[in-house]
């Protein structure tokens, strides 16, 4: 096997699998600081729950985690990429246009990597995929996986 060669199918999936859980657990990070002021350096208040910095630790929380265990995958994610591109386009943009400069390269991030999962889904291991699993005639899953419309 070549270097150059590209990988079986099957790691297309896993990996997207892998993504998709290390993505989603950090990105849950960023909702427990706000909503319950952890995990962070210095102590600081939570914010209010009822405010737009309140629903966005929730949307980070709450949708984090169900982007964690694969369920709804592809709404989630994409619900998730516009509340990060809004918190581009609100908070660091009228910083300054270049986001290396703004501190907004995790939100445009993020906002791509969760358009991505929009579209490719949550990969095989996933609550989405194991209902996929369960609706379809025993063998049919794996074929259909195998000839490239992988999981979700």
Do not use: C
Request: hydrophobic share 55%; net charge neutral.
């Amino acid at each position: 096997m070549n270097i150059l060669d590209p990988l079986p199918l099957v790691w297309r999936d896993r990996t997207l699998s892998v993504l998709r859980i290390a993505a989603s657990f950090m990105f849950m990070l960023h909702g427990t600081q706000k909503l319950f002021g952890v995990p962070t350096i210095e102590p600081r208040e939570p914010v209010e729950l009822m405010s737009l910095f309140g629903v966005a630790g929730v949307l980070e929380v709450f949708g984090g985690f169900l982007l964690l265990i694969g369920l709804f995958t592809r709404v989630v994610a994409f619900v998730l990429s516009g509340e990060m591109a809004v918190a581009y386009f609100m908070v660091h943009l009228p910083q300054n246009p270049w986001p290396v400069l703004n501190g907004g390269e995790p939100a445009a991030l993020y906002a791509f990597l969760f358009l991505y999962f929009a579209v490719a889904g949550a990969g095989v291991w996933s609550v989405d995929a194991q209902w996929r699993r369960g609706r379809h005639a025993p063998g049919t899953y794996a074929s259909a996986d195998h000839a490239g419309r992988g999981a979700t």
